[in-house]
């Protein structure tokens, strides 16, 4: 059975920073694409971040520059930190996985459509 778990969300002030992890359990973690996505109340899901198999990254526009994603085969995890954090920045983050790696190492997706696990997602506040 495939996991996907978020975890280090909370409540930070304007400027701050924070760092999400996901791990995973029951899929072969080293061949999946990651991706980090995020939805703020009546808004639609975000792309924020995606890794491949070979650690490519793809940001959204909004978070360039201040999130980097990463990822740690060796523990089956991929993280998101988090710097210069804005109120706007306030949203549900969830982690996913993409089975498409096989289609090349460089291979990450922003699309939502294209990933196939995805965790509980974990709530970011950032206060003004």
């Known amino acids: 059975q495939v996991q996907v778990v978020e975890s280090g969300g909370g409540l930070v002030q304007a400027g701050g920073s924070l760092r999400l992890s996901c791990a995973t359990s029951g899929l072969t973690f080293s061949v999946y694409a990651m991706g980090w996505f995020r939805q703020a109340p009546g808004k639609e899901r975000e792309f924020v971040a995606a890794i491949s198999r070979s650690a490519a990254s793809l940001y959204g526009d909004s978070v360039k520059g201040r999130f980097t994603i990463a990822r740690d085969n060796a523990k089956n995890t991929v993280y998101l930190q988090m710097n210069t954090l804005k109120p706007e920045d306030t949203a549900v983050y969830y982690c996913?996985?993409?089975?498409?790696?096989?289609?090349?190492?460089?291979?990450?997706?922003?699309?939502?459509?294209?990933?196939?696990?995805w965790g509980q997602g974990t709530q970011v506040t950032v206060s003004s």
């Open positions: 996913a996985a993409d089975n498409k790696g096989y289609s090349g190492e460089d291979y990450r997706s922003p699309n939502p459509a294209a990933y196939v696990y």
